[in-house]
């Protein structure tokens, strides 16, 4: 099959000189992951929940003395990216994405943007197939995790860390209780208008009273912790699912991953990375 068989077009697009605030709230109207940015009709970058997910995590660069929607998305792209021809097959196109660690390719014909293929479109393809091919014979080994109470600093810090698009979230015991994904950090509303860490309010309270009555002391605002922006309950597969039934039900919920749980212990986690890599293996 061909990439422009399972590409998406037309293609939604952002400017350079665009904020950031418009990619994003694109991104979530549309349930997409990239934009390809233009320049007087021309690709000359593409940005993604990653480009704008890690940027706002940090440190307060020079450019976050302005609130998101007056900092443009040329400050945040990736220039000149990796572009592929309709004609291409899907094999190549996944090719392509594992060698540059990319889940996305901007699809043009003679110079002109016509399409974009993601591991997304990659999942669909996937799914039409007709493989015996387990869940256990594909997932990757082992997930990143974070505790229920982490900071959301902490969490993107460890993304940035081991080089991932998700983590698990834990309880106490160990037992998975929710995953964060860049779409979680992008689209959670960390931030108000003027580009401030968003906190919550708790209430702390005294011991028991005599009378049985817990009493309100005072109100403390805290930061947001994992548990506030993580998604659950947890969707998982096991390692004798078929990896097609798998996938179908990462199309049906539109996720993009699944961690692989055996007597309620995570043993791996099977995604769009691996369902690419497999697919570029054909």
């Known amino acids: 099959m061909k990439v422009k068989d399972y590409m998406a077009s037309p293609v939604r697009v952002v400017e350079r000189n665009e904020p950031i605030q418009r990619a994003r709230n694109l991104m979530f109207k549309h349930d997409i992951s990239r934009l390809p940015v233009l320049d ?61 660690e990319i889940d996305g390719l901007p699809v ?81 509303g960390m931030f108000d208008s003027g580009d401030q860490a968003k906190t919550k309010t708790i209430k702390m309270v005294r011991k028991e009273s005599a009378a049985g009555r817990k009493q309100y002391r005072y109100m403390k605002e805290v930061p947001l912790v994992a548990e506030d922006i993580m998604s659950s309950p947890v969707l998982g597969a096991k390692t004798a699912d078929r990896a097609v039934e798998s996938a179908k039900l990462m199309m049906e919920n539109s996720i993009c991953g699944l961690p692989v749980i ?18 570029g293996r054909w």
Not at 137 to 158: N, P
Not at 265 to 277: K, L, N, Q
């Open 40 to 100: 007087n009709g021309k690709l000359v970058g593409i940005v993604t929940k990653y480009d704008i997910s890690n940027r706002l995590g940090q440190a307060a660069p020079q450019w976050r003395r302005r609130p998101i929607d007056r900092v443009p998305i040329q400050l945040v792209m990736t220039e000149n990216p990796i572009t592929i021809f309709p004609e291409a097959t899907m094999m190549q196109a996944a090719e392509l994405m594992i060698e540059n």
């Open 108 to 188: 043009e014909r003679n110079g002109e943007l016509v399409g974009i293929i993601t591991s997304r479109d990659m999942l669909r393809y996937f799914s039409e197939q007709n493989l015996s091919t387990k869940v256990g014979d594909l997932m990757a080994e082992g997930m990143v995790s974070v505790h229920r109470h982490h900071t959301i600093a902490h969490v993107i810090e460890q993304m940035n860390l081991h080089g991932v698009s998700r983590v698990m979230v834990y309880e106490d015991n160990m037992r998975p209780v929710g995953v964060i994904t860049r779409s979680n950090l992008t689209f959670a």
């Open 262 to 279: 055996e007597e309620e212990s995570m043993v791996g986690f099977f995604s769009t990375r691996e369902i690419v890599a497999e697919v």
